[in-house]
């Protein structure tokens, strides 16, 4: 009796698993069927696999009237700046913080807390006058400015870290006759690296999906990126549904696989912050 | 590099150095906004040159006396109530996922794949799904002998708000579950144990164990829930650029300060934003009893 019924819930459970999966893949096997058709075979063959998975036209097509090629190159500089100006800027303000008693510790840790609450959507109005008095309208160095500052999620996964290393390694460094400065760079900077990992990855996926921000501060066409690009597909001069379909599977790919290959600094990152942001 | 100054001396070099540009960042491009966002709020600027007047509160009473202004928070609700659906899911599924079950780690991986995947692609992949009469998911119910179910989900104006909400849930409900599977395996499985000695069947078990140890998760993913809902711009933007009746609050505000130019009661429609935002958490963390401090 009571083994027939926990049969019975295992089954239950993998049929709303299956169930949710079937969900997840619905809407990402049409575009991944569709990216394959051709036009016509679009229109007639309905949810059916494509004729032929060879068939890499619309691939082609979107690369060259979408120029993914640069909108991929954009977004590649915008985030590797910002990232390597976010880690060093948020590895400072953790060992900062997390290392020394200051007068200023708790009103700067308050600063950053405060900041969350603040809807960053609703005050482009104002963001927006800063950064036309930087001069950077239009420029790439908008996001990057936007995107550099460490923000709370960060400097808490830091913090959490930091306090996990041992002083006992500060110490010794400093009966060895080593600065300050270099106990930074040579010692916890080094050791934070798991959690540096796990940031990067989610600044990427961040970084990356931010529609807003380029669009809004960057509407150069030359400085396109691959939200604002696959944008431009939809609305008055759209693509063809299948050409704009394989548009969509190359942007998925980037962060496709970074998922498959780092799942565990992902999931890791996703939970830490929230269980104790 | 420093190894000629006292550490005290170096302490404070440090801690200058160290903080300065990224605290001067955040007080630029956080708290310098915000400011003059509520003094923009009290002006008539047009969001264009530098010429304002004061016009005090006027711009507050235009939020609160037009109508078509305050209602768009009914469609914010949408989203409100796809993220109570999401959170549900999201914690019955981890509650699934953290148990022994063959293939549960493919499972995870399955469900939380719609987060990772670009989310203006995302919303566009849905523009094909939803599509009247080549959209997959009519075909799909088509095939399946539904014919009476399809229907033309962007263009029914009672049903739009619901389709454009869904995809909120699909991409941030793995998200919820991650979060939620996380909270759960700190809770120590010899409680369980106990528990069962005790008697408690499973719905006891998550009722007085799991239950109260993931409350302040639960409590923040609600909150976020709320806080989300408010802000939700960009799916029904880049949809439908807020037409049909699927214009969010957020939406309201950028097109009177971008596309109206009255970029003073967009900042007013900001602060009011801000506000809601600042409200719910403080209810949150002081008058919840148990909430965070």
């Known amino acids: ?277 | 590099m420093f190894n000629n100054l006292s550490y005290k001396n170096q302490r404070t070099l440090i801690l200058f150095g160290f903080l300065l540009i990224p605290v001067a960042l955040l007080l630029v491009l956080s708290y310098y906004p915000a400011l003059s966002l509520l003094y923009y709020s009290f002006t008539d600027w047009t969001g264009v040159g530098w010429d304002m007047n004061w016009v005090g509160f006027d711009n507050y009473k235009e939020i609160f006396t037009r109508p078509e202004i305050f209602a768009s928070f009914k469609v914010n609700a949408y989203y409100f109530i796809g993220g109570l659906v999401q959170t549900a899911l999201a914690l019955f599924f981890a509650v699934i996922l953290s148990g022994k079950l063959k293939g549960r780690n493919v499972f995870r991986a399955i469900l939380f794949l719609p987060y990772v995947l670009h989310s203006v692609a995302t919303v566009i992949m849905f523009k094909n799904v939803y599509h009247m009469e080549y959209g997959s998911l009519n075909v799909f119910l088509g095939a399946i002998g539904l014919e009476s179910w399809q229907q033309s989900w962007l263009g029914n104006e009672h049903l739009v708000n619901f389709s454009l909400a869904f995809i909120s849930m699909w991409k941030f409900m793995g998200l919820s579950m991650i979060i939620f599977i996380g909270a759960l395996q700190s809770i120590p499985g010899d409680m369980y144990e106990s528990a069962k000695i005790d008697g408690a069947n499973s719905w006891q078990q998550f009722r007085y164990l799991t239950l109260p140890s993931i409350r302040s998760v639960l409590e923040l993913q609600l909150i976020l829930t709320l806080t989300g809902a408010l802000a939700a711009f960009e799916i029904p933007y880049v949809m439908m650029l807020g037409a049909n009746g699927t214009s969010t609050f957020v939406i309201q505000t950028v097109d009177t300060a971008f596309k109206f130019q009255k970029a003073g009661l967009a900042s007013a429609m900001g602060i009011v934003l801000m506000l809601f935002v600042v409200v719910i958490i403080f209810i949150q963390r002081k008058l919840l009893p148990g909430g965070k401090d």
């Open chain 1, 1 to 277: 009796m009571e083994t027939k019924q926990n049969k019975l819930v295992s089954v239950l459970k993998y049929l709303f698993l299956i169930a949710a999966s079937f969900v997840v893949f619905f809407p990402i096997y049409s575009v991944f069927i569709g990216a394959f058709k051709t036009q016509v075979e679009y229109y007639q063959s309905g949810m059916a696999l494509p004729h032929d998975f060879f068939n890499f036209d619309n691939f082609k097509r979107v690369m060259k009237i979408g120029k993914l090629g640069s909108s991929f190159w954009n977004i590649g500089i915008i985030m590797v700046i910002s990232l390597a100006g976010n880690i060093i800027f948020g590895t400072m303000v953790a060992y900062a913080l997390g290392r020394f008693k200051f007068k200023l510790r708790a009103p700067i840790m308050a600063l950053y807390l405060g900041a969350q609450l603040i809807p960053t959507i609703t005050t482009q109005v104002s963001t927006f006058s800063v950064i036309k008095a930087f001069g950077l309208y239009n420029t790439m160095g908008a996001p990057i400015l936007l995107y550099l500052g460490a923000d709370v999620l960060q400097i808490v996964i830091y913090l959490q870290f930091i306090n996990s290393i041992p002083k006992d390694l500060d110490e010794s460094a400093m009966m060895e006759g080593a600065s300050l400065f270099k106990i930074y760079r040579s010692i916890i900077f080094p050791l934070l690296a798991p959690a540096t990992a796990t940031l990067v990855i989610l600044k990427s996926i961040s970084i990356y999906n931010d529609f807003y921000t380029p669009y809004l501060y960057m509407p150069a066409q030359k400085l396109r990126v691959v939200s604002t690009a696959i944008y431009s597909f939809v609305g008055p001069n759209a693509a063809q549904i299948n050409v704009i379909s394989a548009g969509i599977l190359i942007i998925f790919i980037p962060t496709v696989v970074l998922f498959l290959f780092l799942q565990k600094y992902i999931f890791s990152g996703v939970t830490s912050g929230a269980v104790k942001g």
